[in-house]
């Protein structure tokens, strides 16, 4: 629930224009086309002359769907937006693409209780593009000047790979327009006080609750909330804080936790002070009104790219004391500093437990997900005069007519040859990567919403930030000796499978799309791109002899691997995509790539 005071319900929906609908269903259509050709979900036909025209039909065969495509490597198919068309029965269509998921649902594997959910998806999706296209056009030359929270608000498309990116099912227009990262709203979060009976409160080494609420809260916002509470005959001391999404207050905790309310075990105190920014992973929040204060991520129950985006109370307990092992690891690697790495420490977590549905609910359960907080450190005070911050989601950034990548007006600025900048990035991202999975068995989840780049006064990449560290990594080695807090982390992972992490989440499910981005753009021709890379990775080994047996073992320079496939995992169970507690056994293995490292192994 929002305030729409300002809004009529037909100024809400003033983005819904034919004109923008096509384009976002075309700009759809083309990602859905590349993106299940990939996952070999669909096989496009060459038609004839072969001249980078292809066709894909429906299942029925009526349908035929035709596009001017260049394959890249790793079977990257960057589709011409503007060149595709639909046609049945010699007439051509308009595009629609909640009618293409339909026509292909056999081809899709979309089960009856899966499609009406992901056409759903779908829409929304689609939505938010039309919204994104009402705005005035931002060059991706502006953005190259632009600061860390303009970039974020700036993204026009989300996950690279899963077509359905933008689903975030729950919210209404309002709620969209008001807490959406591309809307660039500042929010005021609800604080609610939890009983200490039932509500845990865990922190990083050296900060306590006490600590961690001064730095976050004034001391005039503290004495109207303990104020609030001597109203009521409570004592905020029995309590702890917990900051809540609008959306969970209105829509989840007012109503599902009604109970806990009435018996003043959760206690809504309103609004704090502070503005925030929704970033891209839509329940993380940016500090507007001191960028130093900490980043907020918040439970908020609404479907978004496979999973209800809750945040569980129980597995929240262990996210400080895994930080703390992980930022240990880090600044005690010769490595690791010298490859300027830095993470962002999710230092302190907050949840509540509610009794009746810990007692009723199975493990995992969206109910137990519903109210709990951390807080991670923000980037900034880690910049230097000069320096600025870019999400490196951002790399794979177009302007709206596609024919500029922000990677691309980074480069330009900086003055660098395009291999000279490409190998500066691969530097402070890949190097660091390569350095936890050999030695430490140790991997992240690098995508691009995951990573911060530092640029330098140049616009070249300075240093990384990853960040989302408790929920996305994992240590995969049986020996590895882990603090009894820590031990969440480790992954039984199958040995040919552990080497996956670095082909699927590094190479698939980013370079792929930057080396995409950077040749059609001729910014860089995709040889030298695979070749910086490999030469990137030659460097790591040859500064590390005592790992040559695990370079062997775990080959980056292998003809192929396994083509790891994320949308069908959407496709299958797009409630639940993955069981986070056996992410391995999740994995949809579709036969192999081909490798564009291998002829430049050593």
Same mark, same amino acid.
């Given at each position: 629930?929002?305030?729409?005071?300002?809004?009529?319900?037909?100024?809400?929906?003033?983005?819904?224009?034919?004109?923008?609908?096509?384009?976002?269903?075309?700009?759809?259509?083309?990602?859905?086309?590349?993106?299940?050709?990939?996952?070999?979900?669909?096989?496009?036909?060459?038609?004839?002359?072969?001249?980078?025209?292809?066709?894909?039909?429906?299942?029925?065969?009526?349908?035929?769907?035709?596009?001017?495509?260049?394959?890249?490597?790793?079977?990257?198919?960057?589709?011409?937006?503007?060149?595709?068309?639909?046609?049945?029965?010699?007439?051509?269509?308009?595009?629609?693409?909640?009618?293409?998921?339909?026509?292909?649902?056999? /081809?899709?594997?979309?089960?009856?209780?899966?499609?009406?959910?992901?056409?759903?998806?779908? /829409?929304?999706?689609?939505?938010?593009?039309?919204?994104?296209?009402?705005?005035e056009p931002v060059s991706a030359a502006r953005l190259a000047r632009s600061g860390f929270q303009e970039i974020e608000a700036g993204m026009?498309?989300?996950?690279?790979?899963?077509?359905?990116?933008?689903?975030?099912?729950?919210?209404?227009?309002?709620?969209?327009?008001?807490?959406?990262?591309?809307?660039?709203?500042?929010?005021?979060?609800?604080?609610?006080?939890?009983?200490?009976?039932?509500?845990?409160?865990?922190?990083?080494?050296?900060?306590?609750?006490?600590?961690?609420?001064l730095s976050e809260l004034s001391a005039a916002t503290l004495r109207r909330f303990s104020a609030a509470m001597k109203e009521e005959g409570?004592?905020?001391?029995?309590?702890?804080?917990?900051?809540?999404?609008?959306?969970?207050?209105?829509?989840?905790?007012?109503?599902?936790?009604?109970?806990?309310?009435?018996?003043?075990?959760?206690?809504?105190?309103?609004?704090?002070?502070?503005?925030?920014?929704?970033?891209?992973?839509?329940?993380?929040?940016?500090?507007?009104?001191?960028?130093?204060?900490?980043?907020?991520?918040?439970?908020?129950?609404?479907?978004?790219?496979?999973?209800?985006?809750?945040? /569980?109370?129980?597995?929240?307990?262990?996210?400080?004391?895994?930080?703390?092992?992980?930022?240990?690891?880090?600044?005690?690697?010769?490595?690791?500093?010298?490859?300027?790495?830095?993470?962002?420490?999710?230092?302190?977590?907050?949840?509540?437990?509610?009794?009746?549905?810990?007692?009723?609910?199975?493990?995992?359960?969206?109910?137990?997900?519903?109210?709990?907080?951390?807080?991670?450190?923000?980037?900034?005070?880690?910049?230097?005069?000069?320096?600025?911050?870019?999400?490196?989601?951002?790399?794979?950034?177009?302007?709206?007519?596609?024919?500029?990548?922000?990677?691309?007006?980074?480069?330009?600025?900086?003055?660098?040859?395009?291999?000279?900048?490409?190998?500066?990035?691969?530097?402070?991202?890949?190097?660091?990567?390569?350095?936890?999975?050999?030695?430490?068995?140790?991997?992240?989840?690098?995508?691009?919403?995951?990573?911060?780049?530092?640029?330098?006064?140049?616009?070249?990449?300075?240093?990384?930030?990853?960040?989302?560290?408790?929920?996305?990594?994992?240590?995969?080695?049986?020996?590895?000796?882990?603090?009894?807090?820590?031990?969440?982390?480790?992954?039984?992972?199958?040995?040919?499978?552990?080497?996956?992490?670095?082909?699927?989440?590094?190479?698939?499910?980013?370079?792929?799309?930057?080396?995409?981005?950077?040749?059609?753009?001729?910014?860089?021709?995709?040889?030298?791109?695979?070749?910086?890379?490999?030469?990137?990775?030659?460097?790591?080994?040859? /500064?590390?002899?005592?790992?040559?047996?695990?370079?062997?073992r775990y080959d980056l320079f292998a003809e192929t691997f396994a083509l790891s496939c994320l949308n069908r995992l959407q496709l299958r169970?797009?409630?639940?995509?993955?069981?986070?507690?056996?992410?391995?056994?999740?994995?949809?293995?579709?036969?192999?790539?081909?490798?564009?490292?291998?002829?430049?192994?050593?």
């Amino acid at each position: 629930m929002t305030d729409t005071a300002a809004l009529s319900p037909r100024e809400a929906v003033a983005h819904l224009t034919p004109e923008r609908w096509e384009s976002a269903n075309r700009l759809l259509i083309r990602k859905a086309l590349g993106e299940f050709a990939h996952e070999r979900l669909l096989t496009p036909d060459p038609l004839t002359p072969p001249d980078g025209r292809y066709r894909v039909r429906s299942d029925d065969g009526a349908t035929e769907y035709r596009f001017t495509a260049r394959k890249f490597a790793l079977d990257h198919w960057q589709i011409d937006a503007e060149g595709i068309t639909r046609h049945r029965d010699g007439t051509q269509l308009p595009l629609d693409a909640l009618e293409f998921i339909t026509e292909l649902r056999g /081809s899709l594997g979309l089960g009856e209780d899966v499609l009406p959910v992901y056409l759903e998806e779908i /829409s929304s999706t689609l939505a938010s593009t039309a919204y994104k296209l009402a705005r005035e056009p931002v060059s991706a030359a502006r953005l190259a000047r632009s600061g860390f929270q303009e970039i974020e608000a700036g993204m026009t498309e989300g996950h690279p790979c899963f077509v359905a990116n933008n689903g975030r099912l729950g919210f209404d227009i309002a709620e969209y327009r008001a807490y959406a990262p591309e809307a660039g709203a500042p929010v005021r979060l609800i604080w609610v006080a939890a009983h200490r009976d039932h509500a845990t409160f865990t922190a990083a080494s050296g900060l306590g609750y006490d600590k961690l609420l001064l730095s976050e809260l004034s001391a005039a916002t503290l004495r109207r909330f303990s104020a609030a509470m001597k109203e009521e005959g409570l004592d905020l001391d029995d309590y702890f804080l917990i900051p809540v999404h609008p959306w969970q207050w209105w829509n989840k905790l007012s109503v599902t936790f009604a109970a806990e309310v009435a018996k003043r075990n959760l206690v809504c105190l309103g609004h704090g002070d502070d503005e925030h920014l929704p970033q891209q992973s839509i329940r993380t929040f940016f500090n507007a009104t001191n960028p130093a204060k900490h980043y907020v991520k918040t439970a908020l129950s609404v479907l978004n790219m496979g999973f209800l985006r809750g945040l /569980s109370a129980e597995y929240m307990k262990a996210t400080p004391a895994i930080n703390d092992w992980l930022a240990d690891l880090v600044a005690g690697d010769e490595v690791l500093r010298e490859s300027g790495l830095a993470i962002l420490r999710e230092c302190a977590a907050v949840g509540y437990h509610p009794a009746p549905y810990e007692a009723a609910a199975p493990k995992g359960s969206p109910y137990l997900k519903m109210l709990a907080a951390l807080w991670r450190e923000s980037p900034v005070p880690l910049l230097t005069p000069g320096r600025r911050l870019a999400t490196m989601a951002s790399l794979l950034h177009t302007d709206r007519e596609g024919a500029s990548s922000l990677a691309g007006a980074l480069i330009e600025r900086s003055g660098l040859d395009a291999a000279t900048w490409l190998r500066r990035y691969l530097d402070v991202y890949l190097t660091p990567l390569l350095h936890c999975f050999y030695e430490y068995d140790l991997v992240f989840m690098p995508h691009g919403e995951n990573v911060i780049l530092v640029l330098d006064e140049d616009s070249v990449p300075e240093r990384a930030i990853f960040k989302d560290i408790a929920e996305e990594i994992a240590v995969m080695s049986p020996d590895a000796q882990l603090p009894p807090e820590v031990e969440r982390i480790r992954a039984d992972v199958p040995e040919e499978m552990k080497i996956l992490s670095l082909f699927t989440d590094v190479f698939d499910c980013f370079l792929r799309f930057l080396n995409g981005t950077l040749a059609a753009n001729g910014t860089l021709d995709e040889d030298t791109f695979w070749s910086t890379v490999a030469e990137c990775i030659r460097d790591y080994q040859k /500064s590390a002899p005592h790992l040559a047996e695990r370079f062997a073992r775990y080959d980056l320079f292998a003809e192929t691997f396994a083509l790891s496939c994320l949308n069908r995992l959407q496709l299958r169970d797009n409630q639940q995509m993955v069981d986070l507690q056996d992410p391995a056994g999740a994995l949809q293995l579709i036969g192999e790539l081909d490798n564009p490292l291998a002829r430049f192994a050593p």
